[in-house]
Structure formats: structure tokens, C-alpha cells
């Protein structure tokens, strides 16, 4: 233990409290005297004297750096990498490409098929492409498809695109001209003319060509058609669309033409879709149709055999009956013709001797009458009185 007095630690100069003086104010007034000005500045450099275009150029800077900023925030890429990679971009990407896969499988099944019409005439490509189309082969294109005659109906039903198109193009030409003259008397030069292309777009002849050769396909479809439904190549088909015809004769008395339109559509898409899907229940049902007409058509065809012998039966036993009673008759009169007189020698010698058939019959003065000589007599009224009156009638010269 030591005498030595106890020492005193440093105390430190510097602490966390400041306490204001007149050098620390002047230093802080002066520090943000120059944030000001270096604010004032960037102002007045973006600003301008145009109190208007400053506004402006603010209010674009503040869009730009909050655009930029939502860009850039950690959320917006989170959820631009969810869209772009997650299983709602996979799952539109696979759609779209089986889309346009099945889109190619249908314009390449324009293809002649093999099998031709009932004249031995060939078919049209259009033909299998009209069966992979119906057929829901390709569903997604069918769909689309469909979707899109249904949408082109309403539109032309509900929407006034004829009246559209004119305003179209007669706002088009207004503003060509309205350019074209004004140039002319500002610059001295026309503006529309100024776009003008070195060379005016032409069709190819290679695609004119083909689109001709697919029309005249199309056009041959529906005329080949016709004419295997109207001279019944397929009695079921030609059937079926006289019915449709009843129908639609029917139907387009209550209907306008865009809903008779929408229903035949329907049934050309969705009748196909509804038959495949039911196929087994259709084509039992059809089946025992089928046999049920045939059953009475066979009913039917044996009773008018069984009527049609009775009748025949019956005909020919009147028929025999009449021409044997004809030939009776016919026996008959050839016997009395034939067969000798029995009579009194006085009426044998004066009866005129009669031909056999085949000779010249012989005929005497007797068997014709006297010719008159003398002129008629007046008052007589008939042939057998002026015969009487006459000197042949009077027998004043015998008659032999």
C-alpha cells in the first residue's frame, strides 16, 4: 500500500451534444444557401423562362423517372419473369403452336382425293379440305373457323361496314388532296406527291395464277356437289337435304336472312361434332330405322305382289271368258250364214240364186225396178205413190 495521492483522469473535449454558437449558425445558413442555389440552378436549367414548357419538362422528367423506377422495382421483375416464364406463358406458347401446326395440316389437305364422282369424274381439292374442316380433325382451326363465320354475321348484321368503308375513303382522299394543294401553295411542291413511290405495287402473275386456278377449285366444288345431291349419288345425303330445303322454305318466313344464315352454319359445323361424339348411339338408332323401313318396305312390296297376281289372275280369267263367248259368237253367225234354206218350190224358183263366196253373184231384169217414162205426177207426195200413178204402177206393161 502506497502513500501516493490519487490522480485524475483526462477529461475529453469533444461530446455528443453541440451547443449552438453564432459560427456554427453562420456555417449552417451557409451550407444550405448553396443546396438552394444548386437547386434554383437545376431549375432555372430545366425550367427556362417559359413557365408553361416547365411545367411540362417536370412533370415528362417525374413520368420518366417513376416509369423507370416501376421498371426497375424488384416486384414489376418478379412478375415479368412469372409472365414470360411461367406455366401461363408455356401454356400460350404450346397452345399457339399447336394452333399454327394444325393450321398447316389443314391447307396442306388440299389434295386431290382418290376417290371420284359417280361419272367417273375426279374431285377438287377442295373437297378433302371441306372433310378435314367439318371433321374436327383439326379442332382448334374448326373452331376458329367457326368462331369466325359466326363474329362475320353478326358484324354484318349489326355493324355498317359498307357505310364505314366510304367514310374510310373519302376521308383518305380529303386528306390526300387537302396535302397535295396546300404543299402546292406553301412549299411549291404537292406533300402527297412527295411519298409517291418510285414504282406503283402489281399482283404477281404467279399469285394471280393461283388464286384464279383455287377459285375456279371452289367454284367446281360446289357445282359437282349440286349435281351429285340432285341426281341422288347418295340417297341419305339427298335426303337430308330436302329436308333442309323444307325447312329453310319454312323457316325463312319468320326468319331474317342473317338468322336462317347463323342456324345453317351451326348445323354444318356442330352436326358433324355432335355425330362423332355420339357415333355409337346415332348409328344404333339409324340402324334399327333402317331395318324397321326395310321390314315394311319388304311388307309392303310382298302385298303388292300378292294384289298384283290376284289382278292379273282375274284379268286373264275374264279375259278368257269374253273371248271364248266372242268366238261362240263368232261360231254362231258363221252357221246361220252357211246353213240351206228349207222352203216352198213356188219361193225357191222365184228366190234370186245366191253366190257361193268366191264366185259372181247373178243377178235378172226382175230384181230391179221399172224406171219411170213419164213425167211426175203433179200433187203426189211420195215415191210410192208416184209409182202407183205411173203406167208401170197401173200395170199397164207386166212386170216380167
Known sequence: MTDAPPQLEQIHQSSGFSVPTLQSNMDNNTTNGNIQSAKDSIYNSQVGLNPSRSYEMLANNYAQSAATTAQNHPITQSIRDTVANGPVADMAKEQHSKTTSEFSNLANSRTTPDKSAATGQPLTHYHSFFYNLLSWENPRATTLSFISIILFIFAARYLPALR??????????????????????????????????????????????????????????????????????????????????????????????????????????????????????????????????????????????????????????????????????????????????????????????????????????????????????????????????????????PAS
Open 164 to 397: 364505314w368503308s366510304f367514310k374510310a375513303l373519302y376521308m383518305v382522299l380529303g386528306v390526300t388532296a387537302a396535302a397535295e394543294v396546300a404543299g402546292k401553295l406553301v412549299l411549291s411542291r404537292g406533300l402527297t406527291s412527295s411519298f409517291r413511290p418510285k414504282q406503283y405495287y402489281t399482283i404477281p402473275r404467279e399469285f394471280l395464277e393461283a388464286s384464279l386456278e383455287d377459285v375456279e377449285q371452289l367454284i367446281n366444288f360446289f357445282v359437282i356437289e349440286f349435281q351429285r345431291v340432285l341426281f341422288a349419288e347418295n340417297v341419305t345425303v339427298t335426303i337430308a337435304c330436302f329436308l333442309a330445303s323444307v325447312v329453310s322454305y319454312w323457316l325463312i318466313k319468320v326468319l331474317p336472312f342473317w338468322g336462317l344464315s347463323l342456324i345453317s352454319v351451326c348445323c354444318i359445323y356442330l352436326g358433324p361434332l355432335i355425330y362423332m361424339t355420339n357415333q355409337e348411339l346415332i348409328d344404333h338408332h339409324l340402324r334399327n330405322a333402317s331395318d324397321a323401313v326395310n321390314s315394311q318396305t319388304a311388307q309392303i312390296k310382298d302385298l303388292a305382289g300378292h294384289h298384283t297376281a290376284r289382278a292379273s289372275e282375274t284379268v286373264k280369267a275374264y279375259a278368257g271368258d269374253y273371248t271364248a263367248k266372242a268366238q261362240e259368237y263368232i261360231g254362231n253367225a258363221r252357221g246361220r250364214s252357211t246353213s240351206p234354206e228349207v222352203s216352198s218350190p213356188k219361193s225357191s224358183a222365184n228366190a234370186p240364186v245366191k253366190s257361193e263366196p268366191g264366185s259372181a253373184p247373178n243377178y235378172s231384169a226382175s230384181d230391179f225396178p221399172h224406171a219411170p217414162k213419164q213425167e211426175p205426177t203433179p200433187g203426189a207426195t211420195s215415191h210410192q205413190e208416184q209409182y202407183e200413178n205411173s203406167q208401170f204402177g197401173g200395170q199397164a206393161v
